[in-house]
T-cell receptor
Framework: DAKTTQPTSMDCAEGRAANLPCNHS???????VYWYRQIHSQGPQYIIH???NNETNEMASLIITEDRKSSTLILPHATLRDTAVYYC????????????????FGQGTILTVHP | EPEVTQTPSHQVTQMGQEVILRCVPI?????FYWYRQILGQKVEFLVS????????KSEIFDDQFSVERPDGSNFTLKIRSTKLEDSAMYFC???????????FGPGTRLTVT
C-alpha cells in the first residue's frame, strides 16, 4: 500500500470547518483513500473512502485532487466531539471499492477542536 | 445500529498465563480482524480471518497467537503464554461482503504483570 503523510496536529474552532490534508504521492490506480478516526483510545471509526471523485456522507466530505496525489477530509461544522486522531489510509480495492485486506495505520493527525 | 462488541473490557494476567479475548462481530459480516495498539503507539494489524481460516497475518502474530471462530457469533484471539510486551489494547474488527470499511469494537485492554 502507498505511504501517506499527514500533519502531526491541527486545531479548529468549534462550528468551523476542519480541513485535514493527506499526501499520497505514490498512490496506484487501484488504491482507494480511506479515512478513519480514533477518539481517545476507542476503536477506530470509519469515516469515508473514495477513489478519484469527491465523496460526501453524513460525517464528512472527501476531496481528492485530480492527480490523486493528495486529498482533504472536511468536517463541515466541527464539534468538540470531533477531537480525535484522524488517519488517512491508502489501500488496494476492487473497482467497486471493496477490500478485505488489512488496514495499515500511521501516526495520523491529532485534531483538537476548541470552544 | 449493529456494533462489534468485545469482552472483557480489561484483562489483567500474569506473565506466562494464557488469555482469550472475545469478540462478537456484526452479525452478517464475513471478514474478521484483530489489531493491537501498545500505549502511545500506532494501531497494528495482527491477523485477518475468513471462511474459517487465516487470510493474512503479520510478523507479530507468531506461534503464541491463535484465532478461532468457535460458533456462529464469537471470534476469539488466544495468547498462549503472555509476555510483558503483549500489554496493549486489542481491537476486533469485522467487514461485510461487498464493502470496504471495517467496523471496530471498543477494545480489550490487556495488562500483563
Amino acid at each position: 500500500d502507498a505511504k501517506t503523510t499527514q500533519p502531526t496536529s491541527m486545531d479548529c474552532a468549534e462550528g468551523r470547518a476542519a480541513n485535514l490534508p493527506c499526501n499520497h504521492s505514490t498512490i496506484s490506480g487501484n488504491e482507494y483513500v480511506y479515512w478513519y478516526r480514533q477518539i481517545h483510545s476507542q476503536g477506530p471509526q470509519y469515516i469515508i473512502h473514495g477513489l478519484k471523485n469527491n465523496e460526501t456522507n453524513e460525517m464528512a466530505s472527501l476531496i481528492i485532487t485530480e492527480d490523486r496525489k493528495s486529498s482533504t477530509l472536511i468536517l463541515p461544522h466541527a464539534t468538540l466531539r470531533d477531537t480525535a486522531v484522524y488517519y488517512c489510509i491508502v489501500r488496494v480495492a476492487d473497482a467497486g471499492g471493496t477490500s478485505y485486506g488489512k488496514l495499515t495505520f500511521g501516526q495520523g493527525t491529532i485534531l483538537t477542536v476548541h470552544p | 445500529e449493529p456494533e462489534v462488541t468485545q469482552t472483557p473490557s480489561h484483562q489483567v494476567t500474569q506473565m506466562g498465563q494464557e488469555v482469550i479475548l472475545r469478540c462478537v462481530p456484526i452479525s452478517n459480516h464475513l471478514y474478521f480482524y484483530w489489531y493491537r495498539q501498545i500505549l502511545g503507539q500506532k494501531v497494528e494489524f495482527l491477523v485477518s480471518f475468513y471462511n474459517n481460516e487465516i487470510s493474512e497475518k503479520s510478523e507479530i502474530f507468531d506461534d503464541q497467537f491463535s484465532v478461532e471462530r468457535p460458533d456462529g457469533s464469537n471470534f476469539t484471539l488466544k495468547i498462549r503464554s503472555t509476555k510483558l510486551e503483549d500489554s496493549a489494547m486489542y481491537f476486533c474488527a469485522s467487514s461485510g461482503a461487498g464493502r470496504g470499511e471495517q467496523y471496530f469494537g471498543p477494545g480489550t485492554r490487556l495488562t500483563v504483570t
